[in-house]
């Protein structure tokens, strides 16, 4: 008997994609608002996929195998989402509808409670009117960090809902108080 767990790459790479395509699609990508709710969903994905193929002569799967496979989606996700999402703003810039309006951030950088070392240091990062490679990398590192904390929650959310459990494995109710039982107050 094969006492092996299946490998946890295709399930997170699928689940990656969902989460990276549908975070970087314009309109879609709202979504995220509530709670980011497209990367959970990549993590819901990934553990009901992994889950599907796990034998049911294993013990159950633990919640830290399902943030590790959660952790693999979050990864997986946040380079998907940038790769999907630069090009995608390069477009918008093309079309000039990326990006915030340089002209309101140069009537916020009037500000005199912003030093002028911030004032200078935002001008340069948004000088060339377009995406810099910091800007790209700022976005990697976020897509990576969120990408993979919410679909980490969503992988073990995944599992504690979808996961089959042996028959008989419900704990049993809460008895009721047992013994003498104390005297009713007056």
């Known amino acids: 008997m094969n006492q092996q767990k299946p490998p946890m790459l295709i399930p997170a790479l699928i689940g990656g994609v969902f989460l990276g395509v549908t975070s970087a699609l314009p309109l ?3 979504i995220n608002c509530a709670c980011c709710a497209l990367v959970l969903g990549g993590g819901v994905i990934a553990s009901v996929l992994y889950l ?3 034998p049911d002569f294993l013990p159950p799967m633990s919640y830290g195998d399902a ?3 959660g952790l693999l989606t979050g990864v997986f996700g946040g380079v ?3 790769m999907v999402d630069v090009p995608l ?3 918008k810039l093309q079309l000039g509808m990326g990006m915030a309006d340089l002209s309101e951030l140069s009537d916020l ?3 005199p409670s912003i030093p002028p070392a911030a004032r200078e240091a935002f001008e340069r990062f948004f000088a060339s009117g377009g995406l810099t490679i910091g800007m790209i990398i ?3 590192i976020l897509n990576l960090f ?3 904390l919410f679909a980490m929650i969503g992988a073990i959310i995944g599992v504690a809902i979808f996961q089959k459990r042996p028959a008989g494995s419900v704990p049993p109710a809460v008895p009721g108080p047992t013994g003498p039982q104390p005297p009713p107050m007056a």
């Open 67 to 69: 943030a590790v496979l």
């Open 80 to 82: 998907i989402w940038t």
């Open 109 to 111: 950088l009037d500000d």
């Open 52 to 54: 599907r193929d796990y």
């Open 146 to 148: 969120f990408g993979a």
């Open 28 to 30: 879609v990508e709202f």
């Open 138 to 140: 700022l976005s990697l």
């Open 89 to 91: 703003e390069l477009f």
